[in-house]
């Protein structure tokens, strides 16, 4: 039996492929190796693995993770999974490695994943060869969730979003003082602040919000992908954002000169398909 996970710090999706190829589908909460403390990890993990799943012993997992880019991280959450699948040979891998595998398998590419936060890079058809610089929510994470709500927060603050945006209820009762309070004193801020691309995906038919959200893709093609393009001009986006925002990600990839876009708003089924058809 194998275990692929797709993990991100708020949710995960399982799939258990059985002997006779069968495939059962699983949701839990996400298991970021970061977020707890070495001696915590195990703990989380019994916690947060489905139920379904406790008792099953898989003879691989491949757990692609939040997180997973440490290998002091990955080494502690392989070791806590151990611990539930005793039988098991485990792989803690990056998220990011996760996504280029479900886009282009054994083939090569740019790489993006565009979701709370965004990152972009090279994959060769087995590995990540390079990474754009990713700096973060506060300074970076351009056309990621967390952008985008920035970005919202601030034109509503600032007075600056058109009368029909800023009467609807999601933002009407805001208040620049349980705002400040979230991003610079809360435990998630940029989950904070990516809780408002919903908002935009509401109203992305309205000429503000579409201009706002081509703007933070633009800015992410400017500083992430434009300076890796000399390597490819083939490009896989991976997330949420990506996907409900697809026709202004389609028209700001063609202005870069990208030739080729596949985008994927979740990875696990095309993930499981790899290691079934690699493994």
């Known amino acids: 039996m194998l275990l692929i996970v797709d993990s991100g710090s708020t949710k995960s999706d399982w799939r258990l492929v059985l002997p006779d190829g069968t495939r059962q589908s699983y949701a839990g909460r996400g298991i970021n190796p970061l977020h707890a403390a070495r001696g915590d990890l195990l703990a989380m993990v019994r916690e947060r693995v489905p139920r379904e799943l406790q008792a099953v012993q898989p003879e691989r997992l491949f ?48 790489v993006a994943v565009l979701g709370t936060g965004s990152s972009c890079g090279v994959y060769d058809g087995g590995n990540v060869v390079r990474h754009s610089n990713a700096l973060g929510y506060i300074i970076g994470d351009e056309g990621s969730a967390a952008d985008m709500g ?64 081509r703007q933070s893709f633009a800015n992410f093609f400017d500083g992430h992908v434009k300076p890796l393009c000399g390597v490819s001009r083939r490009l896989g986006v991976a997330g949420s954002v990506g996907f409900f925002f697809s026709d202004m990600l389609k028209d700001i990839a063609q202005s870069y000169g990208i030739t080729s876009l596949e985008i994927l708003r979740y990875p696990i089924d095309r993930l499981t398909d790899y290691h079934v058809f690699n493994d």
Do not use: M
């Open 63 to 110: 757990f692609y993770g939040a997180g997973c880019t440490q290998a002091s991280s990955t080494c502690a959450l392989s070791e806590a999974f151990a611990h539930l699948f005793t039988r098991a040979k485990i792989a803690a891998l990056p998220d990011f490695l996760g996504a280029a595998r479900a886009l282009f398998g054994s083939e090569s590419g740019l």
């Open 150 to 213: 920035k970005q919202l927060l601030r034109a509503f603050f600032y007075g600056q979003l058109p009368a029909e945006l800023a009467q609807q209820p999601e933002l009407r009762g805001l208040t620049r003082e349980q705002t400040l309070q979230a991003v610079y004193r809360g435990d998630a801020p940029a989950e904070y602040l990516a809780g408002f691309a919903a908002f935009l995906v509401k109203n992305k038919g309205n000429d503000f919000v579409r201009g706002l959200v």
